[in-house]
């Protein structure tokens, strides 16, 4: 499952969860745990995959993009 189908998922099961007079299970909860763990594993299979920048610094792009968001 992608990180779009989980969010897709969880956020089914919050409005499930948040409706008036809805008394959440253990169902629930197993399926909130399952989707975080879904997730934590999509993340590090794409951080597995992820070919790293060779000759890039990095951490200028970083700079680069949070000065142009947050500029000092």
Same mark, same amino acid.
């Given at each position: 499952?992608? &990180?779009?189908?989980?969010?897709? %998922?969880a956020? $089914?099961? !919050?409005?499930?969860?948040? =409706?008036? @007079?809805?008394?959440?299970? #253990?169902?629930?909860?197993? $399926?909130? %745990? #399952? ?5 934590? @594993? !999509?993340? !590090?299979?794409? #951080?597995?995959? +992820?070919?790293?920048?060779? *000759? =890039?610094?990095?951490? +200028? &792009? +970083?700079? *680069? &993009?949070? !000065? %142009?968001w947050?500029?000092?």
């Amino acid at each position: 499952m992608n &990180i779009p189908q989980i969010a897709q %998922r969880a956020r $089914e099961l !919050e409005a499930r969860v948040l =409706t008036e @007079d809805y008394q959440s299970t #253990e169902r629930d909860v197993a $399926e909130a %745990r #399952e989707l975080v763990n879904q997730y934590i @594993d !999509e993340l !590090e299979r794409l #951080e597995r995959i +992820a070919k790293p920048y060779h *000759g =890039t610094d990095i951490e +200028a &792009i +970083a700079d *680069g &993009i949070l !000065e %142009r968001w947050h500029p000092q």
